[in-house]
């Protein structure tokens, strides 16, 4: 139980281009999924809490506009990077609240920006 | 404010070898919730194990271990007799209070060779 997908798992774009990378809740169902960033040999960084039907919260320093999110269901939110840079280019994580206000994670998103 | 220090960067053993992994944390929350997370080269974050902070009963599971004591605010994690499956990252967390978002410490890389 508490699996936790996340689609696509690598993608390499030009940059300018937007893209969309999506975490499913899939046999629960999530009030609140979050988003985090990792680079290379270091922790989690949070960016957003998303909850479901309402506007996500951004963490400090976190652009609203460039990191669109979206949880429109229970099951399925979705994180929107705009205009790409290589700066963005990073290891992108999601994660589900499910039993017990646990925190199960997808397999991460590795984005690329040429 | 909430704060997890792992304080063990890099932790290098020989199979079979037991090996604990430190946690310390820091809230003013009495009410409170600690987590490890194992992080293999694949990128997924694996839940391992989940510790409110009014069960203070150490927890076993097969080769897992984890001791927890709020006198010294720690939660440790051991592994015995480690097996080369074991080379991961392992992250441990806190979430406290009526916020749902998780305060990660940095992790230790654990590598476990033949």
């Known amino acids: 139980g508490a699996v936790v997908s996340q689609h696509p798992s690598r993608v390499i774009c030009k940059s300018g281009t937007s893209v969309k990378i999506e975490c499913r809740s899939l046999?629960?169902?999530?009030?609140?999924m979050f988003w985090y960033r990792q680079f290379p040999k270091q922790s989690l960084m949070l960016m957003a809490t998303?909850?479901?039907?309402?506007?996500?919260?951004?963490e400090q320093g976190v652009e609203k506009d460039k990191f669109l999110i979206n949880h429109a269901s229970l099951t399925l939110s979705t994180l929107t990077v705009t205009s790409a840079h290589p700066e963005d280019s990073s290891f992108y994580i999601c994660?589900?609240?499910?039993?017990?206000?646990?925190?199960?994670f997808g397999p991460g998103t590795r984005l690329t920006v040429l | 404010a909430q704060k997890v220090t792992q304080a063990q960067t890099e932790i290098s053993v020989v199979e079979k070898e037991d090996v604990t992994l430190d946690c310390v944390y820091e809230?003013?929350?009495?009410?409170?919730?600690l987590f490890w997370y194992k992080q293999p080269p694949s990128g997924e974050l694996v839940f391992l194990i989940r510790?409110?902070?009014?069960?203070?009963q150490n927890e076993i599971s097969g080769r897992y271990s984890w001791n927890f004591q709020k006198s010294t605010s720690s939660f440790n994690f051991t592994i015995t007799a480690s097996q080369v499956v074991d080379s991961a990252v392992y992250f441990c967390?806190?979430?406290?209070?009526?916020?749902?978002?998780?305060?990660f410490g940095k992790g230790i890389t654990l590598s476990v060779r033949p």
């Open positions: 994660s589900a609240e499910g039993f017990f206000d646990t925190q199960y």
């Open positions: 046999d629960f169902q999530a009030t609140t």
């Open positions: 998303s909850n479901e039907g309402s506007k996500a919260t951004y």
């Open positions: 809230t003013r929350d009495t009410t409170y919730y």
């Open positions: 510790r409110n902070s009014f069960d203070e």
């Open positions: 967390a806190l979430r406290a209070g009526a916020n749902s978002k998780l305060t």
